[in-house]
């Protein structure tokens, strides 16, 4: 696996592609001489979890093992505490984060000896390290050994040990601290570039949608004429297609045979698109009461790649998917004489065709 990252960025797109390249990694890093140090969070995962039991490993044959454990994980309290007496009986390193605030961040750095030099190995993703939820939850995942990426995770992990202050990152946002000012900063740049008669755009899909400012800023966008365009799979406050508020702002709901657990959000950036994924929902209690993490997709060919399956798919989709009416009710997206078009489907065949 290392040797694949070295190679270039990889995007998996789950339950279409298969969640065992992240097990492999975390599996094979255990048992890699070459290997320091693993260090991941845990919000959910199985109760059986392979991931788990390599970190066990990897701890009884030496290697330096934390574990950022979130005990307050609704349902999963009695699982985690066991999976972090589990691990600290191996000898791992186990902490719960920082006091107020719920962890729920998807981090895993694997620290390597490459030569004289040292290089970090990266997952971050929009969804728990949880095996079975990976078949039956869309979510994506980001593996690369970018540099500043790495130099921004092991950052993170020094704060949520408790052994670094709160440090500028390079590449990465996160909450409490940056996450919610650079995305009013983000859609606010989008109506500026509107107003300036040049095209604007944003795009977001995620579970729920609920923080004030955020909405604020995005009927403020609407009304210089930005294109919004949101894919909301539960709670949404914003209400679309209000005359002079929201008509430029589009709501739907995707309601197939997978849970809709993706965040991604894009924003036009003037024709130089930015394309982030993040294991935050725009809610109060991920901007502000949570540790959160938000990453780029800067790789052309991923990026490219989100668009066309998260956005130009997702927004052509009239099988599963429901549309906000200005009152806040949904109806259905009938396809009337168009060709039906799912999203949850079209993604299976195609990885089907990319099986054969």
Request: glycine letters at 8%; charged letters at 25%; one cysteine or more.
């Amino acid at each position: 696996m290392v040797e694949a990252i070295t190679e270039g960025d990889l995007l998996l797109h789950h339950p279409y592609e298969a969640f065992s390249p992240v097990q492999d990694l975390v599996r094979q890093a255990a048992v890699d001489p070459a290997v320091l140090a693993i260090k991941q969070t845990i919000y959910r995962t199985d109760t059986d979890s392979t991931l788990v039991q390599a970190l066990v490993d990897a701890a009884r044959a030496g290697k330096e093992v934390t574990a950022v454990i979130e005990l307050r994980a609704r349902f999963d309290e009695e699982a985690n505490i066991g999976l972090a007496t589990r691990l600290q009986e191996a000898g791992a390193h186990v902490v719960y984060g920082v006091v107020g605030y719920k962890t729920h961040a998807k981090l895993l750095m694997i620290v390597r000896r490459e030569g004289r030099k040292l290089r970090r190995y990266i997952h971050l993703g929009t969804g728990n390290y949880h095996a079975s939820t990976a078949r039956l939850y869309t979510d994506y995942g980001l593996l690369t050994c970018n540099k500043e990426i790495g130099e921004d995770v092991h950052k993170l992990f020094q704060q949520l040990t408790g052994l670094g202050r709160i440090t500028r990152l390079k590449k990465l946002l996160q909450s409490p601290f940056t996450l919610h000012k650079r995305r009013v900063e983000l859609i606010e740049h989008e109506a500026e570039a509107a107003r300036s008669g040049k095209p604007a755009r944003v795009f977001a899909r995620m579970n729920s949608l609920v923080e004030p400012k955020i909405i604020q800023a995005m009927y403020r966008a609407s009304q210089a004429g930005v294109k919004i365009d949101l894919v909301v799979r539960g709670i949404c406050c914003l209400r679309s297609g209000i005359p002079g508020v929201s008509e430029n702002i589009r709501v739907r709901s995707i309601v197939g045979r997978f849970l809709e657990h993706s965040r991604i959000f894009c924003f036009h950036n003037d024709g130089d698109p930015l394309v982030y994924g993040s294991s935050a929902d725009w809610m109060d209690r991920n901007f502000f009461r949570r540790v959160e993490s938000c990453f780029p997709v800067e790789d052309p060919k991923l990026k490219k790649r989100i668009i066309n399956e998260s956005i130009e798919l997702y927004l052509t989709d009239n099988v599963q998917s429901w549309e906000q009416l200005p009152d806040g009710s949904y109806r259905h997206c009938e396809t009337g004489r168009r060709r039906p078009v799912s999203a949850q489907a079209t993604l299976l065949g195609q990885l089907a065709e990319q099986g054969s």
